[in-house]
């Protein structure tokens, strides 16, 4: 089946705007999970879902982050006013239920200039 | 504070030699362990992990050892192959709440496979 998906794969955005990421996961799997990653480091959590219900988000490095999965699937990483420092790749993780091991989508490279 | 470590940022095998990719943790918390390869511009593929109630799993030529009271780990590949070049991550797990955590990733090892 098709795995994880994300859009765009790539992002150039002008210091100070929004941007919004989104990730499609895994049909069926009930665990998605951000993770950024800069240049030369391995991912580092965001924020997980288990369904809608975002029981984690002590990995959001601002409140100019904000994440959604509103019915249970789809889910979307919003960046407020970006900055230099948010240049990274996001990266979108699924899993079903009650496993560890997570599944990655390709990721989307965000460059803020 | 890193709580997971790959000490080796690269390692360099001849074809058809192991190769041996070490991992560290710190928090004893941790109760699962998992391997992923990374090739560049794509996500992290899942390749092999372990269970802290574990010392050894084993998937063809993968093998993940487990070492509780040292907190390491190491990943061994036999024999390894020209397509086993590729970034490796270290990345470890609690279960909390229902559900396992978001995992905590190593700055991962880049292993390159001499012909």
């Known amino acids: 089946g098709a795995g994880v998906s994300q859009s765009p794969r790539y992002k150039v955005a002008k210091r100070g705007q929004d941007v919004a990421l989104r990730c499609d996961p895994i049909?069926?799997?009930?665990?998605l999970f951000w993770y950024q990653q800069a240049l030369g480091q391995g991912p580092e959590f965001l924020t997980y879902f288990q369904n809608e219900a975002q029981l984690d988000k002590s990995g959001l490095p601002s409140d100019r982050f904000f994440a959604e999965r509103p019915e249970g699937s789809v889910s979307t990483l919003k960046i407020q006013r970006t900055q230099q420092e948010d240049s990274a790749v996001y990266l979108c993780a699924s899993s079903p239920r009650l496993v560890y091991e997570q599944y990655f989508g390709p990721g989307t490279r965000l460059t803020v200039t | 504070d890193q709580q997971v470590k790959q000490n080796s940022p690269s390692l360099s095998v001849q074809e058809g030699r192991i190769s041996i990719l070490n991992c560290d943790y710190t928090?004893?918390?941790?109760?699962?362990f998992l391997w992923y390869k990374k090739y560049p511009a794509e996500g992290p593929t899942f390749l092999i992990s372990i269970s802290s109630i574990k010392d050894k799993n084993e998937d063809g030529r993968f093998t993940v050892f487990l070492n509780k009271s040292a907190k390491h780990l190491s990943l061994h590949i036999v024999p390894s192959q020209p397509g086993d070049s590729a970034v490796y991550f270290c990345a470890a797990s609690a279960w909390s709440g229902g559900g396992a955590d978001g995992l905590t990733f190593g700055k991962g090892t880049h292993l390159i496979i001499q012909p």
């Open positions: 049909s069926g799997h009930v665990s």
């Open positions: 928090n004893s918390m941790f109760d699962y």
